[in-house]
């Protein structure tokens, strides 16, 4: 299936990631009614995504934990290559690729990760973490004018160039993950995996974070695949916005569709379970219960419900969300859902 | 009649109340104070938050006021009033049966606080059996009975089994039915959904907010996530660099923030701001306990700081509900 906009540029389709948890061979074997059997468990982190990006959005991936969200993000960075299903980086199959062929592609696509002092070399100075993408993706380039580059950069996200001597520790946690950032934009990427970046901040620093890689995006004209389970953060940062649910997309859309009118049950409960600074108060009683309440959690990615992943929480389910598999389909306001009620109208 | 005044006076009485509680860290630079002049009360059955940034001081309060800090560090100063006692003064042995009985605690992580080799049965009759004098058989029933309290389904089964059996939000009920073991007066909450996904928090806060109705129990909530707080508690004290730099109730405190700091970080929530617009951002980032500045110590940060500001410290009035250290405190009560 190729994607039908033709300026698309990463496409995701039918991705399938499986692990393999079922240990050595030994403990895969088990014995019952005089026969030998051997068991092997995979953990389904994700259970075909499709996805389209186009040039200079910020999609957003969230869900709870568990759901596959930063599986997504590795796979497509060529972390972890797919089980099944491909990945296209402008119409050009990259999941496959060796090593060396991949080079190029990294020099096009960066990732940011959560916590930036597990992501920075304690052991390298901020000038010298800085210098190395420069030095492995750009070697034609003199050194004077890498670190002209490195410098630069540092300005751009607001650390003082001068600073380049001291190391991760000297920095506080904001500081570190503008750091990361600036690492990222070292090699002028052109599409971010963005994974959790302002998780590990307080809300002051936050804030300084998602302004910074907003402005990146302004001036450089960047992609975004920002994931996160902070949909305050979402709202404030997508342009559209992928909700997932045990490997699977249940509602795809722009964020004001989605965040004004959410269609699938268990975006409207995600939804309704933020505290939102106001909205409750002391006033809250008791039997003030936040409008949409699901019951029990999330099942296990290694047996995965039949059907729909959702209807075992779902209060809409019938006998066909158990039997069939919704797929995605476009509804009036032009969102995606996943939902056999909403195909039906019934909700 | 006279009876009736003592009984009113006794419950109008605070629960709890800490008084100008100092604690040091002594370093190889120099002594730190973690916290200073921290004065707060809690009256029965009252719903109190803490909110402030990582490093303001939220959960070293916390520990304090079971005298839990860990060494180096050292309360310098202050009381805690509870019950007749003095918590800061009291010994060990004193202190073990108030800790967990009277005044229970309830931590971020609760992979981290249930012990990993013993069943929830187990460590729930461990910790009843070690204030009270009771038998297997009935710390058994208090245990199941405390599960059932914290809506946990098919409790009699979990009792046999281990923290790694269960899920996240399942063990959280489970260190919060802990904490209910021996009917606590108050429990303070350090962080106790971070860990944990939105619909899983939002049930646990709402477990929680009923717990508090239903028992009367005192609740102090430390949070980074003023969400959290408008959602449960009735008063806030917001933390900074180791002050309290304003108090006063919930709404009060989040229609109109009195300190800069807290319009601050209310202003940099991103359901503040209009989806697209820039956030608003406070420059820079909290001192460090070694650095923080003459004065007020928000002062480098603060839009309307004046010269006064890098002078004098500002002083939160002990008095009334509504207070904030600031010299120019913003929508002046009218």
């Known amino acids: 299936m190729q994607p039908t906009d033709p300026r698309t540029l990463l496409t995701l389709r039918d991705l399938h990631k499986e692990f393999d948890i079922s240990g050595g061979l030994l403990n895969q074997l088990s014995f019952a009614r005089g026969k030998l059997r051997r068991n092997r468990a995979t953990v389904k982190a994700i259970n075909g995504v499709s996805l ?79 210098l190395e993408p420069a030095e492995f993706h750009f070697p034609e380039i003199s050194a004077a004018a890498r670190r002209q580059k490195v410098a630069e950069v540092m300005q751009a996200v607001g650390v003082e160039a001068a600073w380049g001597t001291r190391f991760p520790h000297e920095f506080s946690g904001g500081q570190r993950q503008r750091i990361s950032i600036a690492r990222a934009l070292m090699v002028d990427p052109e599409f ?35 994931i996160t389970h902070d949909l305050s953060v979402v709202e404030h940062f997508g342009t559209r916005v992928a909700v997932m649910y045990l490997g699977r997309i249940c509602e795809l859309g722009t964020c004001r569709e989605v965040f004004s009118s959410p269609r699938h049950p268990y975006t409207r409960a995600l939804l309704s379970a933020i505290p939102k600074v106001g909205r409750g108060s002391s006033r809250h009683s008791v039997h003030h219960k936040p409008n949409l309440k699901l019951k029990g959690e999330v099942p296990t990615p290694i047996h995965l419900p039949s059907g729909c992943v959702f209807h075992a929480r779902c209060a809409h389910a019938t006998d066909i969300c158990t039997a069939r598999i919704p797929p995605l389909q476009t509804t009036a306001s032009g969102v995606q859902v996943a939902c056999h009620a909403v195909a039906q109208q019934r909700i | ?114 012990n990993p080799v013993l069943t929830i049965g187990a460590q729930m009759s461990e910790s009843l059996r070690a204030h009270r004098a009771i038998s297997r058989r009935q710390a058994r029933r208090i245990a199941l009975e405390k599960l059932q309290a914290v809506q946990i389904p098919s409790a009699e089964t979990r009792l046999a089994q281990y923290p ?91 229609r109109r923030p009195l300190h800069p700091y807290t319009q601050g970080l209310l202003a940099a929530l991103p359901e503040q701001t209009l989806p ?56 002046p009560a009218r």
């Open chain 1, 52 to 130: 389209d990006i186009v040039p200079g959005e910020a999609l957003c991936l969230v869900g709870e934990s568990g759901c596959g969200k930063t599986t997504v993000g590795r796979t497509i960075m060529g972390l972890l290559s797919p089980t099944r299903g491909t990945v296209h980086y402008q119409h050009r199959r990259i999941d496959h690729l060796r090593r060396a062929a991949r080079l190029p592609y990294r020099k096009k696509m960066q990732m940011i990760f959560q916590n930036p002092y597990a992501s920075l070399n304690p052991r390298k100075s901020v000038a010298k973490t800085l």
């Open chain 1, 192 to 226: 971010i995996v963005a994974d959790e970046p302002v998780s590990a901040l307080d809300v002051s620093i936050q804030a300084q974070v998602l302004n910074l890689l907003k402005q990146a995006a302004e001036e450089r004209g960047l992609t975004y695949l920002f």
């Open chain 2, 1 to 114: 009649m006279i009876v009736e005044r003592a009984n009113k006076l006794r419950d109008m009485a605070p629960l709890l109340s800490v008084n100008n509680l100092e604690v040091v860290f002594p370093l190889r630079s120099g002594a730190v104070s973690a916290i200073r002049d921290v004065s707060f009360e809690l009256a029965k059955g009252e719903r109190l938050g803490i909110v402030g940034e990582s490093g303001a001081g939220k959960s070293v309060t916390a520990f304090a006021i079971l005298n839990l800090l860990s060494k180096p560090g050292y309360l310098a100063g202050g009381s805690v009033r509870f019950a007749g006692n003095n918590l800061a003064t009291l010994n060990e042995e004193s202190l073990r049966r108030i800790r967990g009985n009277q005044i229970s605690m309830i931590f971020q992580d609760p992979m981290m606080t249930l």
């Open chain 2, 164 to 254: 790694h059996e269960l899920s996240g939000g399942m063990r959280q009920r489970v260190v919060i039915a802990i904490a209910l073991l021996s009917d606590p007066q108050i429990i303070i909450a350090d962080e106790p959904t971070t860990a944990l996904d939105v619909t899983i928090q939002a049930e646990i806060l709402q477990l929680l907010l009923r717990l508090c109705n239903d028992f009367a129990v005192g609740l102090i909530l430390i949070t980074h996530d003023l969400g959290v707080v408008s959602a449960v508690t009735q008063r806030i004290l917001v933390m900074y660099a180791g002050r309290i730099v304003e108090r006063g109730r919930t709404e009060e405190v989040i």
């Open chain 2, 276 to 331: 697209g617009q820039r956030l608003q951002q406070i420059p820079g980032s909290m001192p460090s306990l070694q650095e923080i500045p003459a004065g007020c110590s928000f002062h480098p940060r603060c839009q309307y700081a004046q010269a006064i500001c890098s002078q004098a410290s500002p002083e939160l009035s002990a008095k009334g509900a509504r207070a904030a250290a600031c010299h120019f405190p913003l929508n």
